[in-house]
């Protein structure tokens, strides 16, 4: 019996319309365009500036995206997968919500979190579910409002991210297109380097905890960039070994967007000319859960039927990997 494949059949994005610049940032911390943009490739990015909306907003329109594009009826929808490190509320399920929102009626639905990794790992979930003949139709949304949790007086981590959300449908696929294979890893010793101290069952919210800022994103740049570059590069190698890829086979670099710097020893790794090499990194900074379903959205009218892809990002836990995927549709 030949495997059955999941294939991504479409995508959908979408970013909010304020526009977070390098020059808007020199005004708010001691910092400078140049160094933004020699230091990570970062120009500008997306800020949801309505109080009143969470990561559900942007989940739900990216999705929304996806269903008019495809002319997907909702109500056909098995399973609504909501990757996020972001989620609308800590106990209430986000997924739940954007898929009552989007119509989706008869689908089941969770949140999958791991850090800058949630969409790496939920591709992973969504075509094991699909390889079972489980289910047929998994919608795997990436979203965050990265601005919820950043200290905009902290230069470490307000020049890098930002908020935005994107949509992938996977369904079973007949011509073997679609998730060939993953190589996917995670090591507890990072939560120290890249993390939000409070508001989890570890320290739960007090004065002390909002009074030191302890709500916000901290990170160790250096070790996680340390930790960022060597992982992924490797992931994405094995990937290409253990498939027997050569440099010449790999149509695209599909990388998780924290820094040019990453994305590009990545790509040295692997040999692959940087015109292979996905990247919105100038225009939206890093999303965290919606990096990878952006670049899908804004590369899709470059891709192939056949086309062979390979993920790879790195996140906080440390969580980190690869996956080699075939494109299964032409725009
Ligand atoms: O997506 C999840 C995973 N996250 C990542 O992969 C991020 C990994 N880390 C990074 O991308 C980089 O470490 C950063 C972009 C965060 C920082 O770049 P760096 O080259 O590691 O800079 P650094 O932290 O070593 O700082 C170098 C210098 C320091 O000054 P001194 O001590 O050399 O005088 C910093 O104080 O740059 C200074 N600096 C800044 N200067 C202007 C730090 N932040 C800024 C800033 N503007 N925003």
């Known amino acids: 019996m030949t495997k059955l494949h999941a294939a991504i059949s479409a995508v959908g994005s979408y970013v909010p319309e304020f526009v977070l610049t390098n020059a808007l940032l020199e ?53 609504v997968l909501v990757a996020t490190a972001t989620p609308d509320l800590l106990v209430a399920s986000t997924a739940a919500y954007v898929a009552s929102e989007i119509g989706a009626i008869n689908a089941f639905s969770y949140d999958l979190q791991a850090a800058c990794s949630s969409f790496l790992y939920g591709m992973s979930t969504a075509a094991a579910y699909i390889e079972a003949g489980r289910y047929k139709k998994v919608l795997l949304i990436g979203a965050d409002k990265m601005s919820s949790i950043i200290d905009y007086s902290d230069r470490a981590t307000c020049i890098i991210f930002g908020d935005g959300a994107g949509a992938a449908l996977f369904e079973p696929n007949n011509e073997g297109y679609g998730l060939q294979d993953e190589y996917l890893r995670s090591d507890g010793i990072g939560r120290n380097f890249l993390k939000m101290e409070a508001g989890g069952s570890l320290l739960p919210a007090s004065i002390e905890t909002v009074q030191n800022k302890q709500h916000h994103v901290y990170q160790d740049g250096k070790t996680v960039f340390k930790f960022a570059v060597s992982n992924m590069a490797d992931a994405a190698a094995k990937i290409m070994e253990r498939n027997a890829l050569t440099k010449d086979q790999v149509d695209w670099l599909v990388p998780h967007q924290a820094n040019n710097r990453i994305i590009d020893a990545t790509a040295k790794r692997m040999e692959v000319d940087t015109s292979k090499v996905m990247n919105n990194i100038a225009k939206y900074g890093n999303t965290t859960s919606a990096t990878l379903p952006l670049l899908l959205a804004d590369y899709e009218n470059q891709l192939k039927k056949g086309d062979k892809l390979v993920f790879a990002a790195f996140g906080g836990g440390f969580t980190w990997g690869s996956i080699y995927l075939t494109w299964a549709y032409d725009n």
């Open 27 to 79: 005004t708010m911390v001691e910092t400078n365009d140049e160094w933004i943009t020699s230091r990570t490739g970062i120009k500008e990015r997306r800020i949801l500036k309505d109080k009143d909306k969470g990561t559900s907003y942007l989940a739900i329109q990216a999705a929304k995206d996806l269903i008019e594009k495809k002319q997907l009826d909702p109500h056909s929808i098995d399973l």
